[in-house]
């Protein structure tokens, strides 16, 4: 807040000064509110800025349209912080107020109510008022002039933020669609995997079978082909076979007596 001070200045605010001559000019109810926005006045400069509420809301409430009262009753709720409630004061006292000074201090506070929120747009908008009314005003224009640059500052920042929430919003998509994309390719590669397993087994069975086929067709053939007989061992062999049927057939005589006829097969 010191630091905000020094860049504002300080608020301005209206000392009442009411004497008991004038309370007796204007009878017992002007004495009875000059005596509490004293009484205000003494403990706002003691920073009891608390009990200084007290006296001029009690002031403002024997007389609503006090306008010193209204503008000390801002001021103090301004240094307690409570600045939406101060400005509310300073923006009705603005209205009330008839010369021009009085307006522009108003607005002139309700700038650094705004400036206390950084809310540097409506700063500079209060400042520029209270220049309409003084143009002299030294704070004024030394406060509009920092609460622009604090506007360009964080519109600058505004924008680099959003432009930061743009690339990572995009970035997440793309991871996003990235790991979508390496969903289906896994997929896919574990259908393929699937299928070339399958093609591998069936060719696998296939060349078993086919293995097996070979096996049983080389055990039903025959194991190999007689050797052809030259015509000397064929004549050799029938005459051998000759030979065995007439010794067969002496034999014959010798036991029965009687000729046996034997059919040759070729």
């Not at 206390?116 to 004024?140: C, F, G, H, I, V």
Request: with cysteine.
């Amino acid at each position: 807040m010191e630091l905000l001070h020094k860049i504002c200045g300080k608020i301005r605010w209206s000392h009442f000064l009411g004497t008991i001559l004038l309370s007796i000019t204007f009878g017992t109810s002007y004495a009875q509110t000059n005596l509490l926005l004293n009484q205000g006045n003494k403990f706002y400069e003691q920073n009891r800025f608390q009990e200084a509420t007290k006296e001029y809301s009690k002031a403002l409430a024997k007389d609503p349209t006090n306008t010193s009262g209204l503008f000390n009753l801002g001021n103090s709720l301004y240094q307690q912080k409570q600045y939406d409630s101060s400005r509310k004061i300073m923006e009705a006292t603005s209205k009330i107020l008839k010369d021009k000074n009085g307006q522009a201090a108003a607005n002139y506070n309700i700038g650094n109510s705004y400036m206390s929120q950084q809310k540097w747009e409506e700063a500079a908008n209060a400042y520029k008022q209270t220049l309409r009314k003084n143009p002299q005003d030294a704070d004024a224009k030394y406060n509009l002039s920092y609460a622009e640059q604090m506007l360009k500052k964080q519109q600058q920042q505004d924008k680099q933020n959003q432009k930061d929430k743009q690339n990572k919003d995009q970035k997440d998509q793309k991871d996003q669609k990235d790991k979508k994309d390496d969903k289906k390719d896994d997929k896919k590669d574990g259908k393929s995997d699937d299928k070339k397993d399958d093609k591998n087994k069936d060719q696998q069975d296939k060349g078993g079978q086919d293995d097996k086929d070979k096996k049983d067709n080389k055990d039903q053939q025959p194991q190999g082909k007689p050797s052809k007989l030259s015509e000397k061992e064929a004549e050799r062999l029938l005459n051998a076979l000759q030979q065995e049927e007439k010794k067969l057939q002496d034999k014959l005589k010798k036991e029965k007596g009687t000729p046996v006829k034997m059919q040759k097969d070729w």
